[in-house]
């Protein structure tokens, strides 16, 4: 009886073990492929995104950068941070101020804020495909969209240095 007892209790540990969820999985610096960022910088415009989460459970805080290949048109903020952020069945999804005027000049007072009512916000959605550990399907509701294939995580969460988690320097 005792035998069944303990078979039964490490089974059922192993069982609450696996079926706890990493509430950090998204902890880290993600980068793009090349992508067209007409819809941010106008006509033309190509370049990357990078994004540095802080992933604690369901909640999610952040950074989106864009990397414009030509130098970015003045008065763009191209770093902003993440607003309403969340990690709920492997869907990453959030809300981030628009970089387009009128948001200079670009500080976190002015520009960065989520809770201006006065600049215009764009949803995002991001899948995230546990197999190849990479935000897919992405998609950044600007008009047109910007879609992305895949962003790869480029740097752990342990790598990531307090200046990576500001727009200050950017």
Known sequence: MDFFRKITGCLLLIFVHASC???EILSGIWESGKVDLSPVYGSGAQGHIQLVIGHFGPQVSGI???FPEDSPVKDFCACRYLCDAEFSSDKLEFKIPSPAPPCAPCDPQSCNSCDSGEI???KAVF???HATDTLTEGSLMTVPAINFDSLERKTPKEDITPDDRKCDNY
């Open 64 to 66: 989106i950068k864009f």
């Open 21 to 23: 969820s990493d509430t």
């Open 120 to 122: 215009e916000k764009i």
């Open 127 to 129: 899948k995230y495909d």
